[in-house]
Each structure stands twice: as C-alpha cells, then as structure tokens.
C-alpha cells in the first residue's frame, strides 16, 4: 500500500527567500512521484515529476525536488519565493504494477503562503 | 489538444436532491479519478475508475457513485444531497500504465448544497 505525508500543513516565507516543502512517501512498487500546485479557485496544475532518470528534479517556476530513496522523500525546493507562488502545494504517489492502471495517493497539502 | 473538462463549472442543489457531474477525460486516457476538496478537509480520494470499471473507491457512503463510460468519460452521482457534500469536485484523467504518467486535472465543479 502506498502513503503520501507532506510533514508541514502551512508554511509562511518571506519574498526572495528560500522554499522547502517537505514530503515523505511508502510504496510497495517502484513509485511515480509528483508535485501539483493549487492556486485559489483553479484545478491542479503538475510543477513536476520524478521519471527514475535523475533524482534531482527540475519543474516549472523554479521549483525543484530531489527523490532521496533512502530517506523515502520527495521535498520540493525553490532558491527564493515570488509572491505568485503563494498557493496549496501537493505531493502525489502513483504505483502499481507495469502495464495496470495506477492510483493516485495525495497528500493532504502544505499552503505556501510568501510575505512581502 | 483539449484537457480534461468537467461540467458543470457551478451547481447548486437543495438537501436532498441529486447531483450529476460530468467529466471528459484527455483523449486517450482511459483511467478517470474523482476526488471531493471540501473547505478544510483537503482533497479526498471518491472514485477510480479505468476501462468501463470501477477499481478502487474512498471512504464515502454508497449515495457517492459513478461509471465510465465507453468513450471513457465518467459521470459523479451524489444522492440524498447533504449540506455537507457541498465542495469543490475535481476529476482528474491519466493513461495506462505507463510509469511515470501524470494525472491531469479539470477545472472542478463547485456544488452547493443549501
């Protein structure tokens, strides 16, 4: 069976600074795993996803995650918040056997809020 | 190519009622996920569904439920409508078994339920 944890429900930054959103996963397979981003009142968007070729991962606006199997994580990172990042992040686990269909796992969410 | 779409955008029922929310998945894609984001209670796995059946469904009564399609779009059905049932539905289509296939996500549909 496979878990999704995102270890901080909110978390404020003040603009320029750093980002981290830390995700923690279990997965009997081999796992997919991805971050969405939910802005207020929008459907979720993929920032990236983790392909087994590289585990340092490069996504839209900046942001970053490194895949740590040891560690079982998959914390998302940005060198420095922008305003418009403000918004609901999501850790996601996909799995299953190669060739069957796959379930989504979701973390509950971290909010991202950045402070002037 | 057009992604997911979901219809109703907006629905407002009264308790009691039954809700039917629609969704099209991406061409192609023939896995479709219901989830229920709720104000403060994060997004909840309702339903999964690929190839016409239903694989695997979330901790919600059995007024919750659905089918695939043969075209693969999925219809939501929620009976009985309660007050809080109200939130926003999101459907999200994928394909089959590749590894490291993303799921895509419409829009939502806003229920209120009054």
């Known amino acids: 069976a496979q878990s999704v944890t995102q270890l901080d429900s909110h978390v404020s930054v003040s603009e320029g600074t750093p980002v981290l959103l830390r995700c923690n996963y279990s997965?009997?397979?081999?796992?997919?795993l991805f971050w969405y981003v939910q802005h207020p009142n929008k459907g979720l968007q993929l920032l990236l996803k983790y392909t087994s070729a590289a585990t340092l991962v490069k996504g839209i606006n900046g942001f970053e995650a490194e895949f740590k199997k040891s560690e079982t994580s998959f914390h998302l990172t940005k060198p420095s918040a922008h305003m418009s990042d403000a918004a609901e992040y999501f850790c996601?686990?996909?799995?299953?056997?190669?060739?069957?269909?796959?379930?989504?796992?979701f973390g509950s969410g971290t909010q991202l809020t950045v402070l002037p | 190519e057009a992604g997911v779409t979901q219809s109703p955008t907006h629905l407002i029922k009264t308790r009691g009622q039954q809700a039917t929310l629609r969704c099209s998945p991406i061409s192609g894609h023939t896995s479709v996920y219901w989830y229920q984001q709720a104000l403060g209670l994060g997004l909840q796995f309702l339903l999964w569904?690929?190839?016409?059946?239903?694989?695997n469904r979330g901790n919600f009564p059995p007024r919750f439920s659905g089918r695939q399609f043969p075209n693969y779009s999925s219809e939501l059905n929620v009976n009985a409508l309660e007050l809080e049932d109200s939130a926003l539905y999101l459907c999200?289509?994928?394909?089959?078994?590749?590894?490291?296939?993303?799921?895509?996500f419409g829009q939502g549909t806003r229920l209120t339920v009054v």
């Open positions: 996601v686990v996909s799995e299953g056997e190669l060739g069957s269909a796959r379930q989504l796992t």
């Open positions: 997965s009997s397979y081999s796992p997919s």
């Open positions: 999200a289509s994928s394909s089959l078994g590749a590894q490291n296939t993303e799921a895509f």
């Open positions: 569904y690929d190839e016409g059946e239903e694989r």
